[in-house]
């Protein structure tokens, strides 16, 4: 079964609003988990590492004032798009570590913004 | 800076055919390399993890090889069947459980 709870799986708001999408693990704590963004055909982009009881780690060219994330448990991380643009629609997909095992993702949210 | 080139980009099989799906890494500095499936507008599904030690792993059909001194790995999918199509995508781990994903291989495979 699922490891990795991923909410909403899909949401549609207007410009200007901010969604917040939820990663959950299940039956395991995760201190770090991962977020991802998907264009249309293309690949995953890591946008940053989120880290439990600290600041998330941000990849270059992701602004982090636009996307907020919070890990404030071990089986919780959040990933806020503020004041969404239609560009932000997206694919958005977590991940999160469990020791001695690989990566397990969530079903990833498809956010349209219009 | 690592990057993850998959080729072919799309490839169309009829049914019951051996296939080979190709992925290339420039960096060959990795932890690790897996093997995932996505179906349309839906998550991951891991298929094979193959750790940088490892040459080659198998699940069922699935048979996964690793080169990581040349930079390759690649996914021999047997016997396939139109349950099979999805897009398939490869991944390296370079660090710190940091994922670097290859293009995608949009696999459809014909009843």
């Not at chain 1, 940053?48 to 089986?75: C, M, P, R, W």
């Not at chain 2, 290339?24 to 990795?30: G, L, N, V, Y």
């Amino acid at each position: 079964g699922a490891v990795v709870s991923q909410h909403p799986s899909r949401v549609i708001c207007k410009s200007g609003t901010s969604v917040k999408i939820e990663c959950r693990s299940l039956d395991f704590q995760a201190t770090t988990m991962f977020w991802y963004r998907q264009f249309p055909k293309k690949s995953l982009m890591l946008m940053a590492t989120s880290n439990e009881g600290s600041k998330a780690t941000y990849e270059q060219g992701v602004e982090k004032d636009k996307f907020l994330i919070n890990h404030a448990s071990l089986t919780l991380s959040t990933l806020t798009v503020t004041s969404a643009h239609p560009e932000d629609s997206s694919f958005y997909i977590c991940s999160a570590r469990r020791i001695d095992s690989p990566l397990h993702f969530g079903n990833g949210t498809r956010l349209t913004v219009t | 800076k690592q990057e993850v080139t998959q080729i072919p980009a799309a490839l169309s099989v009829p049914e019951g055919e051996n296939l080979v799906l190709n992925c290339s890494f420039t960096d060959s500095a990795i932890y690790n390399l897996q093997w995932f499936r996505q179906d349309p507008g839906k998550g991951l599904t891991s298929l094979l993890l193959i750790q940088s030690s490892q040459r080659e792993q198998t699940s069922g059909r699935l048979n996964a090889s690793l080169d990581k001194s040349s930079g390759r790995s690649t996914l021999y999918i047997a016997a396939s069947q139109p349950g099979d199509s999805a897009t398939y995508l490869c991944a390296v781990r370079v660090r710190t459980y940091k994922y670097i994903f290859g293009t995608g291989t949009r696999l459809k495979v014909l009843a």
